[in-house]
Structures are given as structure tokens and as C-alpha cells.
């Protein structure tokens, strides 16, 4: 991530980004959560139409609606998806004046610009879809998402200190296949997302979704192998927190086929529809494939900061607290 990879500017980290952006940056990586459960438990609950209106919600406006006396029905999960989406759009506008004035990378500018356009687009694709009452549009909707959220993730990374703090590593790391890996399990989640998609909506690419999963998590097991032989502590951990999410998604993969298909017919279970497990483990399952296919992405940022610092030495000295040099009065050209 580089604006101008020609002189790269050394500078004092602390002088980049403020820690009042970043908190904001963390907050809003946590309310997007938000939408994003209440958006899972209302495809699990088939509850995409319990309004059909939009952006009003039965005719009342967004805002004074009173969902709180909905409370366990299919509008309230509907609403308060509507009311986290707001919330976002909100956040994300203040992200993108905080990156003007309290980050000095004009490339953050771009990325906080980017999420908020992605939020916006977020919006009106629900909102598309509720008008028309189209699956598709719930389908394009539902993709659309971690795209947007990995942004958002990628936004906490940027700000933090770690994304400095890796360049003692970079001189010595050996980068090999772990960006092409980086990027092929990347790839595979979010098709494998998609496929996720259309099996809730549709009920179809039950087999695609599982082959998918088959091709995830060998792409996961051999990212771990080669994040563990490239001697940066930043690759690695985030290699061992790509199998931990992995493992955690898979038992919430069998939970939700459980609770959705049953059992063999030797063991007393017959899964109910709507029911409290279904409900919990498919939106777990939901949920918990997004974040796997953020923290993909993350490690994909992480491991291409690692390969330009090593195609830009003369950057390493600002990341690692040596040799600052004053910033200049251009902005953009920080790493």
C-alpha cells in the first residue's frame, strides 16, 4: 500500500495517524457487527420482508419507529439490522473526516472514502432488495458485505501500531509463496462465502458450498505451514489465527448442518425449523465465515506490507523508532 513508491518519507509513526482516528476506526469495526448479526438472524429467520417499505419501516420513519415493542418478532430483527446499517453510515462519515485531519497518508483518505461508499452501497442494495422483494438482490446484498467490513479491518490494521512496528522484521522475513497463498485463500473464501449465500437464500450449491470449504481449509493448512517458515512473527500470527477461526467455522459448519438437516436416523434428533439452535448455530456459522474471510484479507495486507518493506529498506528506519526525519508539508507520501 504506497502512494508514491519512488522516495517513500520517513516519519515519526505517532506523527500519522491520531489515537482518537483509531479508536474510531475500532468502533466502528465493532458496531458493523451489528448489521451484520441482525442481517444473519433475519435471513435465518426468512424475515427479509417484514417490511415492505423502504427506507421507511411500515410507512413510519427509520428513526422513531418503535422496534423495541417488536421485541422476539421478525420485524424487530429486520429493523434493528436497518437502525445497525444507519449507525455505520454515520460512523463511516466520521471516519472519512477524521482521515482527512488526523491521518497524514492520503491513501487512508481513499480507504476511508472506499468504506463509506461500500456502506452506502450496502444500503441501497437492501433497500433494492426489499422494493422488489427479489432473492437475488438478498443474495448481492449478503456478498456485498465482507467486502465492506474487510475494508473496515483493514482500516483498524493501517492505524495500529503493528502495522510500523513489523518493519524490524521485514530485512529477515522470507515472503516465498505466501502472498500467492495469501491471496488464493482470500479468493476461495469469499467465492466459498458466496456459495454460502445462495444455500441460505435458495437453498442450492449445498455441494459447491462443502467443496469449497474442502479447498479452504487445505489453502488455510498449507498458508499456516509456509506462515510458520517465514520468520516474521506478524505472517505467522496471523497464519495461526487464520486456522483458529478455521477450526472454530467448522464446528459451527457441522452444528448448522445438524440443526438444519438432522442426523443419521440412529440418533434421536430431528431438527426443528426456527428453533433456538438453528437460529443461534446457522447465524453463528454466518457470521463467524465473514470473519474468516476478513482476517484473510488482513493477512494478505500483512503479508504485502512485509514484501514492500523489504523492496523499500530505506523505509524501515520510521517503522521501527530510528532516524526520524521532520514529515514535509506534502502529504501522501507515507508508507
Not at 108 to 121: E, S
Not at 199 to 212: P, W, Y
Request: charged letters at 15%; glycine letters at 8%.
Amino acid at each position: 500500500m504506497t502512494e508514491n513508491s519512488n522516495s517513500p518519507q520517513l516519519i515519526d509513526p505517532s506523527t500519522v495517524t491520531s489515537k482518537w482516528f483509531r479508536r474510531l476506526a475500532i468502533l466502528l469495526l465493532i458496531m458493523a457487527f451489528w448489521p451484520v448479526v441482525f442481517g444473519a438472524i433475519t435471513t435465518t429467520l426468512n424475515a427479509g420482508m417484514a417490511f415492505l417499505d423502504w427506507p421507511s419501516s411500515d410507512g413510519q420513519n427509520m428513526v422513531t419507529y418503535p422496534w423495541l415493542k417488536d421485541i422476539g418478532t421478525d420485524k424487530f430483527w429486520e429493523h434493528g439490522h436497518r437502525l445497525g446499517g444507519m449507525t455505520i453510515g454515520i460512523l463511516s462519515i466520521a471516519l472519512v473526516i477524521g482521515a482527512w485531519f488526523a491521518d497524514t497518508r492520503r491513501w487512508i483518505f481513499a480507504l476511508a472514502l472506499a468504506i463509506l461508499l461500500g456502506v452506502i452501497a450496502q444500503g441501497v442494495m437492501g433497500g433494492v432488495r426489499v422494493l422488489r422483494d427479489n432473492v437475488y438482490w438478498a443474495i448481492v446484498h449478503g456478498s456485498f458485505a465482507p467486502l465492506v467490513t474487510s475494508l473496515i479491518m483493514v482500516m483498524v490494521f493501517v492505524t495500529g501500531k503493528r502495522y510500523w512496528a513489523v518493519a524490524s522484521q521485514a530485512p529477515e522475513a522470507k515472503i516465498g509463496k505466501n502472498l500467492l497463498l495469501a491471496y488464493l485463500t482470500a479468493g476461495c473464501l469469499f467465492i466459498q462465502y458466496i456459495l454460502g449465500c445462495f444455500l441460505r437464500h435458495r437453498g442450492t450449491a449445498v455441494h459447491e458450498h462443502l467443496g469449497f470449504a474442502a479447498i479452504s481449509t487445505v489453502l488455510i493448512l498449507i498458508t499456516l505451514f509456509m506462515a510458520i517458515r517465514s520468520n516474521s512473527k506478524l505472517i505467522k500470527g496471523s497464519g495461526f489465527h487464520l486456522f483458529g477461526v478455521l477450526l472454530i467455522q467448522l464446528l459451527l459448519g457441522m452444528g448448522a448442518w445438524i440443526v438444519k438437516f438432522g442426523l443419521p436416523s440412529m440418533i434421536d434428533y430431528v431438527p426443528r425449523a426456527e428453533s433456538p439452535e438453528q437460529v443461534f448455530m446457522r447465524t453463528a456459522h454466518t457470521v463467524m465465515g465473514m470473519f474468516l474471510f476478513m482476517s484473510a484479507v488482513v493477512h494478505v495486507v500483512k503479508v504485502k506490507r512485509i514484501s514492500w518493506l523489504q523492496k523499500h529498506p530505506e523505509a524501515v528506519g520510521s517503522s521501527v523508532g530510528s532516524d526520524f526525519q521532520n514529515p514535509s508539508t506534502t502529504k501522501g507520501s507515507t508508507i
